[in-house]
């Protein structure tokens, strides 16, 4: 039922064609200022980024592999701290626990030990939020959200891995995040699976309204579901570059993607990446990295 309610309220997508967020938006704003980070001193995986989102915005961020993308979200997460800046969610520091955070990553990492409903439960019950039984009934809504009601009792072995990656969706979206960070969620799926979970993403955004940094490799993925995507140069070089994609929504993959301003961006956010490839491979090798002649 409340997956057919998603199908038919789109307040952000019908409302706001290229705006960022929808008027009632429960998102969450983050800002990143100044922000240097290093694993290892005098190794700069960031210098002096800076970087905003507005409540409900949908922003993906892109770049090779080894850019830094899961560093970053990482820190927006405050799972690391940055060396200098600062980085907050709606004005406050970040820390992890922060009750407005949610995460889904490329593995589901269900506990298989636990039914379906047990697992979307565990993160309110681990919270002490809200009693047994009202528990229950938010992880069947969310359940429903993601249209797996019908599988509530069983195992996650007994579930596809689109199903129980829509699951992890579900156990990140029933604590209510404000600020959804994705890192790679679809990633592992084949790609009409990966394609539907895109479209169920931007269903469940537009009626829920959280703020949402979304990792991938893929530009079309990117340009489908963003309002804005972040291109990630090596680092230290920090944000390379941003693109605003002013595609109207409500965005449907089969109609989106024939639309000729679709191609345009897809090809825009590949050249920027080879201009990020180029610009490494024109950089000088570290001191004692120079090939033996
Ligand atoms: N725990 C760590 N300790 C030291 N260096 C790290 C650590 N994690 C990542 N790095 C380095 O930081 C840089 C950025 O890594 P990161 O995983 O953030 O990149 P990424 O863009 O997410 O890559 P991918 O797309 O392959 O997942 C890389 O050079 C990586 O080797």
Redesign the pocket.
């Known amino acids: 039922m409340y997956y057919m309610l998603a199908l038919q309220t789109r307040p952000h997508e019908a409302s706001t064609p290229h705006a960022a967020a929808p008027a009632a938006s429960r998102g969450a704003s983050f800002v990143v200022d100044g922000m240097q980070f290093a694993?290892?001193p005098g190794?700069d995986?960031f210098r002096n980024v800076s970087l905003k989102a507005a409540p409900g915005e949908f922003v993906a961020l892109l770049?090779?592999?080894?850019?830094?993308?899961?560093?970053?979200?990482?820190l927006l997460s405050g799972f690391l701290a940055p060396n200098a800046g600062v980085v907050t969610i709606d004005g406050r520091a970040v820390r992890p626990e922060l009750d407005e955070l949610g995460y889904v990553f490329q593995a589901p990492n269900l506990f298989p030990w636990l039914s379906v409903q047990e697992n979307v439960r565990f993160g309110l019950r681990m919270a002490g939020r809200l009693g047994r039984d009202e528990q229950k009934r938010k992880a069947l809504h969310y359940l429903d959200l993601v249209d797996l009601a019908d599988v509530a009792d069983e195992l996650p072995n007994r579930l596809s891995g689109g199903m129980q990656q829509r699951v992890a969706l579900a156990r990140a979206l029933v604590l209510e995040p404000r600020l959804l960070l994705m890192?790679?969620p679809f990633a592992a799926l084949d790609a009409i699976t990966r394609g539907a979970m895109n479209e169920e993403l931007l269903r469940l955004w537009s009626t829920l309204g959280q703020t949402i940094l979304f990792?991938t490799?893929d530009v079309e993925e990117a340009v489908f579901l963003a309002d804005r995507v972040i291109i990630?140069g090596f680092?230290p070089d920090g944000i390379d570059s941003e693109v605003v994609v002013d595609l109207p929504r409500p965005r449907e993959r089969r109609r989106s993607r024939t639309l000729p301003r679709f191609a345009e961006l897809c090809d825009v956010l590949l050249q920027r990446i080879a201009g990020v490839m180029e610009s490494r491979s024109r950089r000088p090798l570290a001191p004692g990295t120079e090939p033996v002649q």
């Open positions: 694993y290892r190794k995986i770049g090779p592999s080894g850019c830094g993308k899961s560093t970053l979200l990482n890192d790679e990792i490799h990630l680092p």
